[in-house]
């Protein structure tokens, strides 16, 4: 019998990689049209530069490393638009564009290209470019300030309602605002309807498992009901702890990718809640509010070991029955 050696991730269904990264590729085109909507073209403009230079970059480490081109590989691209959505709008755009080029360059085609990432391709890129420049990348402006294309930005700058909730304090806004997006954080991730729009789109379209953001999102809300970090009480601290930072834009695009996640569903849900826990506490003890990248970072080590002790467990209680 011959055996034939196949490429990560270990999919069944006959949707291919490079179907599955379309699908993320059309579920972040609304999110981009919103983020028009609330601060101009400079949004769409720095989208533009980051897809355009992970892409590039990704072509030219594919040729230094022999591989050839691999057109069809909108990985790259895809990394490049998730890092310009959760940046703030007023950002300088070399800010994502040096975090897009340090995942592309060190982080992908390093550590194995594509299908062959240990790591969240997405997730290491912010993380390098705000331990790189937090100073620009946790600030942000108010929506529906329309901000200049170049040059230097006037607009008044904010933090936003996940620092207020590092702080112990009350957010002052109303959640039913948070629900559209009308309150100042990265501009891609702070319309709660339409990411359920764009998350409905991917489970139907079988790129995402509908339990893996499930999971992600019941563990930190059942963490925020049990340790609040606000006086208003426990139901207040779930819907701020949810409506704010990245914590839905990252269970969507970042937890539920297939390329570094576990491949059984046991191991993705088990991972999806290691995720949840890591990220609520680096919210709540970290030196930054938002802390779902580092937190997926860590649990992607694991990602292995999760599938083959699950695996064994499986194995171990097949053996159990037989015997019985």
């Not at 601060?39 to 230079?53: I, K, N, T």
């Not at 309150?183 to 891609?188: A, K, N």
């Not at 819907?239 to 704010?244: P, V």
Request: charged fraction near 10%; proline fraction near 6%.
């Amino acid at each position: 019998m011959q055996l034939t050696a196949k490429n990560r991730p270990y999919i069944r269904e006959s949707s291919s990689m490079s179907a599955i990264s379309w699908d993320f590729t059309i579920a972040m085109l609304p999110l981009m049209i919103m983020s028009y909507y609330y601060y101009g073209a400079r949004p769409l403009v720095m989208s533009l530069f980051c897809a355009a230079s992970a892409h590039i970059a990704s072509i030219l480490c594919s040729l230094l490393r022999g591989k050839g081109l691999v057109l069809k590989d909108i990985s790259s691209l895809n990394c490049g638009l998730m890092i310009s959505l959760m940046m703030p709008a007023a950002v300088p755009y070399y800010v994502p564009i040096v975090g897009t080029v340090f995942a592309v360059c060190v982080v992908k085609h390093t550590l194995g290209g594509l299908s062959n990432n240990p790591f969240n391709v997405t997730a290491a890129g912010f993380c390098f470019a705000s331990l790189t420049y937090p100073q620009m990348v946790f600030l942000y402006t108010l929506p529906l300030e329309k901000l200049p294309l170049f040059g230097d930005i006037t607009a008044k700058m904010v933090e936003s309602p996940a620092y207020t909730l590092k702080l112990g304090g009350m957010p002052n806004f109303d959640p039913l605002e948070m629900l559209l997006g009308n309150y100042p954080g990265p501009m891609g991730a702070t319309n709660i309807l339409v990411l359920l729009t764009c998350l409905l789109f991917l489970v139907l379209r079988r790129a995402v498992r509908w339990y893996v953001p499930a999971t992600f999102m019941a563990t930190a809300a059942a963490i925020a009901f049990l340790f609040p970090r606000i006086s208003g009480g426990r139901i207040d601290s779930v819907i701020f702890e949810m409506l704010s930072g990245t914590l839905l834009f990252g269970a969507i695009f970042l937890v539920s990718s297939p390329y570094s996640a576990p491949k059984t569903k046991l191991a993705q849900v088990v991972y999806a809640a290691g995720c949840a826990v890591l990220t609520m506490g680096f919210r709540y003890f970290g030196a930054y509010e938002l802390g779902l990248c580092p937190a997926l970072l860590i649990m992607n080590a694991f990602s292995h070991t999760l599938d083959r002790e699950i695996f064994r467990l499986r194995m171990y209680l097949k053996n159990r029955r037989v015997q019985a």
